[in-house]
């Protein structure tokens, strides 16, 4: 149940393309579900988070839809560019709790 | 503003060898978290400390002993490295409950 599972494992787009990454998750508990872009030699830095208490939220070219009776959530990247190519991992957790379970991750790569 | 500093950046040990990673914040935060990261495993919890004072086991905490030292800084010790222990590790922070988590660049340990 604190599983979180995620797809594709990796991900090849062209530049301009839109990229789509999936995530799902079992236990009902969680209720922030961020989303972490890591580049080559540095660590997860937080790119947008929901709360199931919305459908989508939308940063700039960044947006999550959640689908709470499916317990699915996912990442669209609008107008791909080779500076988003990168490892990309959603997370879940419940408020109040310490722990964030991570998804394996997704490594994108937006061909110019 | 440096937010979350680990040293060292990279460390080869022997079977055997122990050794500390440091992690310090800047960032005044309560909790404190060390992760290990896995190729396809994404980032699996060691330990943590919800506050100063206070530590707790994660998902994966055998082989490994943590210390609040303050508020600011949270060291992860290996008393008898293995080579199942070879993994990027990492230190994060974040203010608290309902908050994203701030990473560190990591610490690449490889034990031979």
């Known amino acids: 149940q604190q599983q979180v599972k995620q797809s594709p494992q990796s991900l090849i787009v062209q530049k301009g393309g839109i990229s789509i990454i999936n995530c799902a998750y079992e236990?009902?508990?969680?209720?922030?579900f961020p989303w972490y872009q890591q580049f080559p030699g540095k660590g997860p830095a937080l790119l947008i988070a929901?709360?199931?208490?919305?459908s989508e939220k939308k940063e700039g070219r960044f947006t999550i839809s959640f689908n709470k009776s499916a317990k699915q959530f996912s990442l669209h990247i609008m107008d791909s560019q080779p500076g988003d190519s990168a490892t990309y991992f959603c997370?879940?957790?419940?408020?109040?709790?310490?722990?964030?379970?991570f998804g394996p991750g997704t490594r994108l790569s937006v061909l110019p | 503003n440096a937010g979350v500093t680990q040293t060292p950046k990279f460390q080869v040990l022997k079977t055997g060898q122990s050794m500390t990673l440091q992690c310090a914040q800047d960032?005044?935060?309560?909790?404190m978290y060390w992760y290990r990261q896995d190729p396809g495993m994404g980032l699996r919890l060691i330990y943590y400390?919800?506050?100063?004072?206070?530590?707790d086991k994660g998902e994966v905490p055998n082989g490994y002993n943590v210390s609040r030292l303050n508020k600011r800084e949270f060291s992860l010790r290996l008393e008898s490295a293995a080579p199942s222990q070879t993994s990027v590790y990492f230190c994060?922070?974040?203010?608290?409950?309902?908050?994203?988590?701030?990473f560190g660049n990591g610490t690449r340990l490889t034990v031979t």
């Open positions: 994060a922070s974040r203010d608290g409950n309902n908050s994203p988590l701030h």
């Open positions: 236990n009902t508990a969680f209720d922030y």
């Open positions: 929901i709360r199931p208490d919305v």
């Open positions: 997370a879940a957790s419940k408020s109040y709790g310490q722990n964030f379970v």
């Open positions: 960032m005044n935060h309560n909790s």
């Open positions: 400390s919800a506050s100063e004072g206070t530590t």
